[in-house]
């Protein structure tokens, strides 16, 4: 699919691509990121501040995003097919519920159900390497949060 205008009479030919609109997608969020985290002090990069790396996370997505865009427009990408809701409904419906149950059910649980939901996603569903998969996420990022940044998370629900 491709889009013609005239500016000044050149033509510009814009594909829609996968490239082009993953591009317009990292910018979006980068700008969007950039603008929200404006308030927070930088610092310096001795010291650094709060705002000091979501400014240069968002900086970089919108320079990828402007490369993406920028070679969409020389080189010919993949057209654009349709969307498969599949995955995005499953993986969305684990981040909310982890976000939603991690303080109330415990993380272990938590991080189970949003491995679980992140596997539903695919037609490959396998009980057993999902259980494997889950038991070696689930103890490697509790041992990251728990014994690595002594971050405060309960393992399990407290009633």
Not at 17 to 23: A, E, L, N, Q, Y
Not at 57 to 65: A, N
Not at 148 to 159: A, H, I, K, N, T
Request: proline residues 7%; glycine residues 12%.
């Amino acid at each position: 699919m491709t889009c013609c205008s005239t500016a000044k009479g050149a033509l510009v030919r814009i594909r829609l691509s996968t490239d082009f609109v993953t591009g317009l997608i990292f910018v979006s969020l980068g700008l969007f990121a950039i603008a929200y985290g404006w308030n927070y002090p930088l610092g310096t990069p001795s010291r650094i501040g709060p705002g000091y790396y979501p400014l240069l996370v968002s900086s970089g997505l919108v320079l990828l995003g402007a490369i993406l865009i920028g070679r969409s427009l020389f080189v010919p990408g993949n057209p654009i097919e349709g969307m498969a809701l599949r995955p995005l409904l499953f993986v969305l419906a684990g981040t909310f519920l982890f976000g939603l149950l991690v303080e109330k059910a415990g993380f272990v649980i938590s991080g189970v159900l949003v491995v679980v939901f992140a596997r539903l996603a695919d037609h490959d569903f396998r009980p057993v390497e999902v259980g494997l998969l889950a038991a070696v996420l689930v103890t490697f990022i509790g041992a990251l949060f728990w014994l690595g940044l002594s971050l405060p998370l309960r393992p399990f629900p407290q009633w």
